[in-house]
């Protein structure tokens, strides 16, 4: 009797803990699925297709559309560990902030994961519009300038605009084979949300895109 009156006891205490609004699980690393390379429309349908969208549904990308988004984005494609997307003398300069509602996230393209950032929903700052804080991920690019070699910090900013545009392409047209809404976003507060992020001084924010289900979807 007292051993069942214990278990009722637990289970009372896990359901008021679960039930308060207060309580958050802890965020870690996440390994994300392998990504599915078969699927996806057509190449010309995908582009035909291809457009900025600015308004989203809040519902949560599955793991298994977050991991291909991300692959496409800038994933590793080759043995050799060279990315989907190109870069300036294969500098892979670029990085991959994720904001999701429970973390910031940096992603790993090397391992194909995410790494927590800060446990932190910064969605509302990747952009000055009110959409953004619809949008269930918002995807950041930084350019790690330090990776290049030689050259000045305007020729890396060049570089770093010239290969952020590569990944967002990639990030509109896998949007445009899944159904998904996308637009690239220049107006931002890059000096708050590189605080924010706690970026070294030469991680520089060049655009945001937020991903998400469109509003009309049914």
């Given at each position: 009797?007292?051993r069942?009156?214990?278990?009722?006891?637990?289970?009372?205490?896990?359901?008021?803990?679960?039930?308060?609004?207060?309580?958050?699980?802890?965020?870690?690393?996440?390994?994300?699925?392998?990504?599915?390379?078969?699927?996806?429309?057509?190449?010309?349908?995908?582009?035909?297709?291809?457009?900025?969208?600015?308004?989203?549904?809040?519902?949560?990308?599955?793991?298994?559309?977050?991991s291909?988004?991300?692959?496409?984005?800038?994933?590793?494609?080759?043995?050799?560990?060279r990315?989907?997307?190109?870069?300036?003398?294969?500098?892979?300069?670029?990085?991959?902030?994720?904001?999701?509602?429970?973390?910031?996230?940096?992603?790993?393209?090397?391992?194909?994961?995410?790494?927590?950032?800060?446990?932190?929903?910064?969605?509302?700052?990747?952009?000055?519009?009110?959409f953004?804080?619809?949008?269930?991920?918002?995807?950041?690019?930084?350019?790690?300038?330090?990776?290049?070699?030689?050259?000045?910090?305007?020729?890396?900013?060049?570089?770093?605009?010239?290969?952020?545009?590569?990944?967002?392409?990639?990030?509109?047209?896998?949007?445009?084979?899944?159904?998904?809404?996308?637009?690239?976003?220049?107006?931002i507060?890059?000096?708050?949300?590189?605080k924010?992020?706690?970026?070294?001084?030469?991680?520089?924010?060049?655009?945001?895109?937020?991903?998400?289900?469109?509003?009309?979807?049914?």
């Amino acid at each position: 009797m007292k051993r069942l009156f214990l278990i009722i006891l637990m289970l009372s205490l896990f359901t008021t803990i679960f039930q308060d609004p207060g309580f958050t699980a802890e965020v870690t690393n996440m390994r994300l699925l392998p990504p599915d390379t078969e699927g996806g429309k057509p190449l010309m349908q995908a582009l035909s297709e291809r457009k900025s969208s600015r308004e989203f549904r809040p519902d949560e990308l599955p793991p298994q559309v977050l991991s291909n988004l991300l692959w496409a984005a800038n994933g590793v494609n080759r043995p050799d560990g060279r990315r989907t997307s190109p870069s300036a003398k294969n500098t892979q300069e670029i990085e991959i902030y994720v904001a999701k509602k429970e973390a910031l996230y940096l992603y790993d393209a090397k391992e194909h994961a995410l790494t927590v950032v800060i446990p932190e929903d910064i969605r509302s700052r990747i952009g000055r519009q009110v959409f953004v804080q619809d949008a269930p991920v918002g995807l950041i690019f930084v350019s790690n300038t330090g990776k290049f070699r030689g050259g000045s910090e305007e020729d890396a900013l060049f570089y770093s605009a010239t290969d952020t545009g590569y990944v967002g392409q990639n990030v509109y047209l896998f949007c445009a084979s899944e159904g998904l809404s996308t637009v690239v976003l220049g107006t931002i507060d890059r000096d708050q949300l590189a605080k924010t992020m706690k970026l070294q001084p030469r991680q520089r924010i060049i655009l945001t895109q937020p991903v998400g289900y469109p509003k009309n979807r049914s």
